[in-house]
T-cell receptor, first 113, second 115 residues
Framework: ELKVEQNPLFLSMQEGKNYTIYCNYS?????LYWYRQDPGKSLESLFVLLSNGAVKQEGRLMASLDTKARLSTLHITAAVHDLSATYFCAVDRGGNRDDKIIFGKGTRLHILP | DTEVTQTPKHLVMGMTNKKSLKCEQHMGHRAMYWYKQKAKKPPELMFV???????INESVPSRFSPECPNSSLLNLHLHALQPEDSALYLC??????????????FGSGTQLSVL
């Protein structure tokens, strides 16, 4: 059974600081997603990571994937208040199957001005 | 058009009511999903449709009845719900063959309250 674990589950940090959110998953996967969700809103896709060593960056966010370690990280550089949200990683096996996409519990990020 | 449209945005219903949630996309996606999300929890998969056929049912109670009348539409029929079914219901879509940078596109959700 595919399990996805994120840590930390809650993070409060000062503006301008750097931090990393971790996502571990339990079985082989060739596809990992990062989503952002603001309170009361839907999920916004941030990154899709497909292969070992994949790294993607958008603004102050950078995501990476290590399929051998079954680990993805979301790194926040010089955080700003607008990045306050809940961040979810999600994993599936992709390919030619309409497979389950399983979400981690989410990391609630609160950035203090 | 890269949107998944869900209606209604908010719904309040009694335990004896019958209601339906609707989801529509025009991106040519042939996989469509229903997720349930309680406050401060991750989305939980309920159903997956692939090529208009139900392919995954995550042991969801029969008071939730999905329907996929065509490749653009996905419904969730609700009957005799319980207060614990109150949640945000999210629809999503994707290509079935998820290659390259394919991802799930989510609708804005229906916030359901069962009284």
């Amino acid at each position: 059974e595919l399990k996805v674990e994120q840590n930390p589950l809650f993070l409060s940090m000062q503006e301008g600081k750097n931090y990393t959110i971790y996502c571990n998953y339990s079985t082989t996967s060739d596809r990992l997603y990062w989503y952002r969700q603001d309170p009361g809103k839907s999920l916004e896709s941030l990154f899709v990571l497909l292969s070992n060593g994949a790294v993607k960056q958008e603004g102050r966010l950078m995501a990476s994937l290590d399929t051998k370690a079954r680990l993805s990280t979301l790194h926040i550089t010089a955080a700003v208040h607008d990045l306050s949200a809940t961040y979810f990683c999600a994993v599936d096996r992709g390919g030619n199957r309409d497979d389950k996409i399983i979400f981690g519990k989410g990391t609630r990020l609160h950035i203090l001005p | 058009d890269t949107e998944v449209t869900q209606t209604p945005k908010h719904l309040v219903m009694g335990m004896t009511n019958k209601k339906s949630l609707k989801c529509e996309q025009h991106m040519g996606h042939r996989a469509m999903y229903w997720y349930k999300q309680k406050a401060k929890k991750p989305p939980e998969l309920m159903f997956v449709y692939s090529y208009e056929k139900l392919s995954i049912n995550e042991s969801v109670p029969s008071r939730f009845s999905p329907e996929c009348p065509n490749s653009s539409l996905l419904n969730l029929h609700l009957h005799a719900l319980q207060p614990e079914d109150s949640a945000l219901y999210l629809c999503a879509s994707s290509h079935v063959l998820r290659t390259t940078n394919e991802k799930l596109f989510f609708g804005s959700g229906t916030q359901l309250s069962v009284l």
